[in-house]
């Protein structure tokens, strides 16, 4: 391990990966075109064309994996919105919401060659702070974590498989 990096990302390194699911699988499947002489992929929750870039790719992988094999429809979830959080404009990559339109899960997305660090899930606990999901998912496509937040015990456990 290198000494001369941080002690959150040391953190996660030494963590058992518990959620084994990858989403790489899931890219070959993405709708892309080239546009403009740039490359977009097909987004079927905001029913739009977007410009890809690595954590796009990773995204709409995740995308394509909670509707092909979850059975989430697109109507169930949003993506890149803006919130406020203690009056600071927000914007979350991924969000679930349950059959009663309530937040399920927030989504945490980072490109395929971005490692996990502690970070990354105080970046989506921080987002939960105002939408109160109960489940967090920190992906690169590669490593996914997945947390239930125990809201009244202020704590989150790591599980090792998605909740849905």
Request: glycine residues 4%.
């Amino acid at each position: 391990m290198d000494e001369n990096q941080p002690e959150s990302q040391k953190e996660l390194n030494n963590m058992k990966i518990l959620l084994d699911l990858s989403f790489e699988p899931w890219v070959k499947l993405l709708k892309t075109r080239q546009h403009v002489g740039k490359m977009e992929v097909y987004d079927p929750v905001r029913r739009k064309y977007i410009h890809l870039n690595q954590e796009e790719l990773v995204r709409q992988a995740i995308i394509r994996f909670m509707m092909d094999v979850k059975g989430i429809p697109r109507t169930r979830m949003a993506v890149e919105k803006q919130f406020l959080v203690n009056g600071l404009k927000k914007r979350f990559d991924l969000l679930i919401f349950d059959h009663n339109a309530m937040p399920f899960m927030i989504v945490e997305v980072k490109a395929f060659s971005v490692k996990l660090a502690q970070i990354t899930m105080d970046q989506a606990g921080w987002y939960n702070f105002e939408l109160r999901a109960p489940y967090l998912l920190i992906s690169n496509g590669v490593q996914s974590f997945v947390y239930e937040i125990d809201f009244p015990n202020n704590t989150a456990k790591m599980l090792n498989e998605l909740p849905l």
